[in-house]
Nanobody, 126 residues
Framework: QVQLVESGGGLVQAGGSLRLSCAAS????????MGWFRQAPGKEREYVAA????????YYADSVKGRFTISRDNGKNTSYLQMNSLKPEDTAVYYC???????????????????WGQGTQVTVSS
């Protein structure tokens, strides 16, 4: 079992930055692929970014490519999402997710995550 707790959300002006953190419980965090999703009101959940447990592979949605960076610190059981050049359309509840990785470079598909955090609100004002 893995428990995930997000933090770092808040209100920021357009063009600003935020860093989200996802703290995971469990001794096998380093063998889990991690992902970040977001959901805005009235919209479908979007798969934003993912990172393999070996840190060798990453995925980004086109909408955030070049602005967001996913990372992880296996020693701290924590995944991060650095969000720069934020836009009002980035406003959403952001969720982190985890799943056991099939290989060191495995990046799960959006429907393959087993564990989810409670979400943290990010609001970008124009």
């Amino acid at each position: 079992q893995v428990q995930l707790v997000e933090s770092g959300g808040g209100l920021v002006q357009a063009g600003g930055s935020l860093r989200l953190s996802c703290a995971a419980s469990g001794r096998t965090f380093s063998r889990y692929a991690m992902g970040w999703f977001r959901q805005a009101p009235g919209k479908e959940r979007e798969y934003v970014a993912a990172i393999s447990w070996s840190v060798g592979s990453t995925y980004y949605a086109d909408s955030v490519k070049g602005r967001f960076t996913i990372s992880r610190d296996n020693g701290k059981n924590t995944s991060y999402l650095q969000m720069n050049s934020l836009k009002p359309e980035d406003t959403a509840v952001y969720y982190c997710a985890a799943t056991p990785a099939r290989s060191p470079l495995h990046l799960p598909g959006s429907g393959q995550y087993d564990y989810w955090g409670q979400g943290t609100q990010v609001t970008v004002s124009s």
